[in-house]
C-alpha cells in the first residue's frame, strides 16, 4: 500500500504548467490570529517535483543580498494562484547551481515566443488518402 492511495488529492484548478527557470508570483493564504491576508512570493522556480500525493513547486528569490527559498504544495488549499510572469529557457530540471551566482550572473534568459505549431501529422494523413483518386 502506498501514500497516494491512501489520500485523495484534488488538484488545483488555477496552475498553469511550470517549469524550472520560470519567473512566478505565488499568491497564499496567510492565517495570522483570527484574520486571513494573501501574500504574494514572486521568485524563480528552481525546482518543480510531481508524483506521490501531489507537485511541489520550490521558488527562489534574492531580497536585500539575502536569497530566501520557499517551497509550496500545489495542491494545498493555501495557494490561491500562480502566475507565470515569464518563461525561462533552462537545460537542466534542478537549478540548485542558482544558490552559489550573485545576482547579475543568475539571470536566466527567457524563451523565445513560440510560433505557431502546424496541423498535427495524422490530419495531413488523413487528407492526402481522401485526395488521392481510388484505382480498380
Known amino acids: 500500500m502506498n501514500m497516494a492511495s491512501l489520500i485523495e488529492v484534488k ?29 504574494v512570493f514572486q521568485g524563480v522556480v528552481i525546482k518543480v517535483k510531481q508524483g506521490g500525493a501531489g507537485p511541489i513547486l520550490t521558488v527562489r528569490r534574492v531580497t536585500y543580498g539575502v536569497g ?34 550573485s545576482a547579475r550572473a543568475s539571470r536566466i534568459k527567457e524563451k523565445r515566443a513560440e510560433e505557431k505549431t502546424e496541423e498535427p501529422v495524422e490530419e495531413k494523413v488523413e487528407e492526402k488518402i481522401e485526395a488521392e483518386p481510388k484505382s480498380e
Open 68 to 101: 530566501v527559498e520557499r517551497t509550496f504544495p500545489l495542491n494545498s488549499p493555501r495557494v490561491e494562484k500562480v502566475e507565470v510572469i515569464r518563461r525561462g529557457k533552462t537545460r537542466r530540471a534542478r537549478l540548485y547551481y542558482l544558490r552559489g551566482l
Open 11 to 39: 488538484p488545483n484548478p488555477n496552475l498553469p504548467t511550470l517549469n524550472p527557470g520560470d519567473t512566478v508570483r505565488v499568491s497564499i493564504k496567510i492565517v495570522e490570529g483570527d484574520k486571513e491576508r494573501t501574500q
